[in-house]
């Protein structure tokens, strides 16, 4: 059973940073494709940054770029989004994703509808 437990958000100011953190349990990352997304109040779920099948490549949202980082550690078996230089529209529930099947995976690692699997979210507010 996959399970994924994002944790690290908050509240923080406008220009600060934050590191959040998703820790899987039943997958492994070389067996997934990960990914993050964020849904703003009254919006839809919105791609932010993701890593292809197995990690390989890394792909970001364009209007993210040079703000926001996906990293994942091996060892600890964690991905995390740093985010810098955070604006208020960048409060959102920020969601953990992953996919599992290779035989289903189409290499759209920015949809939404590409991942089975999806934490429970962690909230960031950026205050101005």
């Known amino acids: 059973q996959v399970q994924l437990v994002e944790s690290g958000g908050g509240l923080v100011q406008a220009g600060g940073s934050v590191r959040l953190s998703c820790a899987p349990s039943g997958l492994t990352f070389g067996g997934a494709a990960m990914g993050w997304f964020r849904q703003a109040p009254g919006k839809g779920r919105e791609f932010v940054a993701a890593f292809s099948w197995g990690g390989g490549r890394t792909g970001y949202a364009d209007s993210l770029k040079g703000r926001f980082t996906i990293t994942r550690d091996m060892a600890k078996n964690t991905m995390y989004l740093q985010m810098d230089s955070l604006e208020p529209e960048d409060t959102a529930i920020y969601y953990c994703?992953?996919?599992?099947?290779?035989?289903?995976?189409?290499?759209?690692?920015?949809?939404?509808?590409?991942?089975?699997?999806w934490g429970q979210g962690t909230q960031v507010t950026v205050s101005s």
């Open positions: 994703a992953a996919k599992t099947s290779k035989l289903t995976y189409s290499g759209s690692y920015s949809r939404w509808d590409e991942y089975d699997y």
